[in-house]
């Protein structure tokens, strides 16, 4: 999938969500979206990040985008409750949600690891995401067809020491989507699940894990943008419960 062409309207009348969508990887993927056709809802919790998101995307004339603030280490029931409301009314139904969103949290071993930061790290990476599925799920059903992306990382696949909280909350995103796309088949066949390691990706989550790195050697996350539009289009469409790399 790495050479991946999309068609240019892909995504032509789909709402997808994005979150985590102000920078990085998020910010690539939601402006790929609207490119390739997407009204994209942007989720993060630094506005202006995502105004700015918002007035590029305006700027290229691509479909207008529609802005979320939401900070998921304390989002609560009604603010997951009032996202639902607010998508239903203004586009009916949800076709993709990408879950991009993370903390890195700290980078040292278990045995000294931050229990309050542990469980923010969790709240953030994992809980939220089940909050959003929960609360979203409904309206992906009145959707032809739906995809919802985790967005996982080669420590969820094989821990190494000193990834602390963040590989954990890797491994329960894979288990999280293998649940989800095999609940789904009976559920909700119109929507299946699958997950995107990025690999290394110039970032601002990459520079804090590796400080002594040189950005440059690595890939820009625009770089790595054929699996994100693979799976979330519908050239994908028999693709469900797979752990994909985009590099
Ligand atoms: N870059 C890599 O090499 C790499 C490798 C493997 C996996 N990944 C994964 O790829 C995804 C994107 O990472 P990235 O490298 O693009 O990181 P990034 O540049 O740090 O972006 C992370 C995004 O998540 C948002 N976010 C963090 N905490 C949040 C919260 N409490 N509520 C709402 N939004 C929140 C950030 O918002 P603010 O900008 O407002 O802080 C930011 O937009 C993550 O899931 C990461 O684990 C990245």
Redesign the pocket.
């Known amino acids: 999938m790495f050479d991946y062409k999309a068609p240019s309207q892909l995504l032509k009348d789909k709402a997808i969500l994005v979150?985590?969508?102000?920078?990085?990887?998020?910010?690539?993927a939601a402006i790929t979206y609207a490119k390739h056709g997407a009204t994209v809802i942007l989720?993060?919790?630094?506005t202006k990040?995502l105004e700015a998101v918002y007035d590029y995307i305006e700027k290229q004339q691509y479909p207008q985008a529609a802005i979320v603030p939401?900070?998921?280490?304390?989002?609560a029931g009604h603010d997951y409750l009032e996202l639902a409301n607010t998508i239903e009314s203004e586009f009916g139904h949800l076709d993709g949600i990408l879950?991009?969103?993370?903390?890195?949290g700290e980078r040292t071993n278990l045995a000294n690891y931050d229990p309050v930061l542990f469980e923010q790290v969790m709240?953030?990476?994992v809980t939220?995401q089940l909050l959003l599925n929960q609360a979203l799920l409904p309206l992906m059903q009145k959707a032809d067809n739906a995809s919802i992306i985790f967005?996982?990382?080669?420590v969820?696949r094989k821990a190494k020491a000193n990834w602390g909280a963040?590989a954990i909350s890797?491994f329960a995103t894979e288990a999280m989507m293998q649940l989800l796309s095999s609940e789904l088949q009976s559920l909700s066949p119109n929507v299946r699940a699958n997950a995107i390691?990025?690999?290394?990706?110039?970032?601002?989550?990459?520079a804090?894990?590796y400080p002594d790195e040189d950005p440059t050697t690595?890939p820009e996350?625009e770089d790595i943008m054929p699996l994100y539009l693979y799976l979330m289009g519908d050239d994908s469409l028999n693709v469900n419960g797979q752990s994909l790399d985009a590099q």
């Open positions: 979150t985590g969508a102000g920078d990085g990887i998020g910010r690539a989720l993060g919790r630094t990040k939401l900070n998921l280490d304390g989002a879950h991009n969103a993370s903390l890195l709240r953030v990476n939220s967005t996982s990382s080669g969820g963040y890797k390691n990025p690999g290394a990706t110039r970032t601002n989550m990459r804090s894990a690595l996350a």
